[in-house]
């Protein structure tokens, strides 16, 4: 079993920046980035494939949120620029455990809270 551990978190303002992490224990193939805010439903926000030749975003989070890797040291990156009120949620690392997988695995989630 992988394990995920997500870091980063924080509370930040509205225009703020912010940089999340997640650190898996043995190598992943796919790796992507979902958020649940309260009373909502958990979403996608972005995906990489284990390459990173292929990114894709969340139509809310796009031209503001980049998301990247370092097969090295099996980590995830999600950049964040021109934080919203409504990107506050807890976000959620996860990963696929082959090339035909999208999510096997899930961290346990850093809160991320943007104030207007």
């Known amino acids: 079993q992988v394990q995920l551990v997500e870091s980063g978190g924080g509370l930040v303002q509205a225009g703020d920046s912010l940089r999340l992490s997640c650190t898996a224990s043995?190598?992943?193939?796919?790796m992507s980035w979902f958020r649940q805010a309260p009373g909502k439903e958990r979403e996608f926000v972005a995906s990489?494939?284990?390459?990173?030749?292929?990114?894709k975003y969340a139509d809310s989070v796009k031209g503001r949120f980049s998301i990247s890797r370092d097969n090295a040291k099996n980590t995830l990156s999600l950049r964040m620029d021109s934080l919203k009120s409504e990107d506050t949620a807890v976000y959620y690392c996860?990963?696929?455990?082959?090339?035909?997988?999208?999510?096997?695995?899930w961290g346990q989630g850093t809160q991320v809270t943007v104030s207007s």
């Open positions: 043995a190598p992943v193939y796919k």
């Open positions: 990489i494939t284990w390459s990173g030749s292929i990114t």
């Open positions: 996860a990963a696929g455990a082959s090339v035909y997988a999208d999510v096997n695995y």
